[in-house]
């Protein structure tokens, strides 16, 4: 399945947002609502805007027939794909119920932070670049949350 276009991206996204969201409600009976849904949705969003910058990375070392995402729309449009997800992933805070300010300044906070990375990604990046900084935003997000809320 990797070598189907754009597929490797989604199933990475997908994956996180089930075991990030969906497994840990499931195992502790917690059923799945409106907000846990739109939570759901939000974390495919923003996985698959912080993976743009993985495979504009691997651009040269991947082959032609991986077809990423920068392989199939270049780099500039993955760019815009991952900007157009980052709003719509900040943009799903709004119709949760109830919504809470600390949680959007956080998502706001992230989101802006996560496009930084996305805009200044390059094929020529630092190996540092993406594997440090980029696999740092979780965890960043994570550190907010617990001092935040």
Partial sequence: MRYIALIKLF???????????????????INLGFNEIVITVQRFLFVVSI?????????????????TLPQTIGISKSKVFGLVFL???????FIKTPIYTEQLQIHFFISVLALFFLLKSTENQNEYYSAFFVESLPIIW???FLWLL
């Fill in 11 to 29: 199933l990475i996204a997908i994956s996180w947002a089930v075991v990030t969201v969906i497994i840990p409600l499931v195992q502790h009976s």
């Fill in 142 to 144: 994570l550190g907010l």
């Fill in 51 to 67: 993976t743009i910058p993985f495979d504009i990375r691997d651009m040269s070392y991947d082959t032609k027939n991986l077809k």
């Fill in 87 to 93: 709003m719509l992933f900040l943009g799903l805070e």
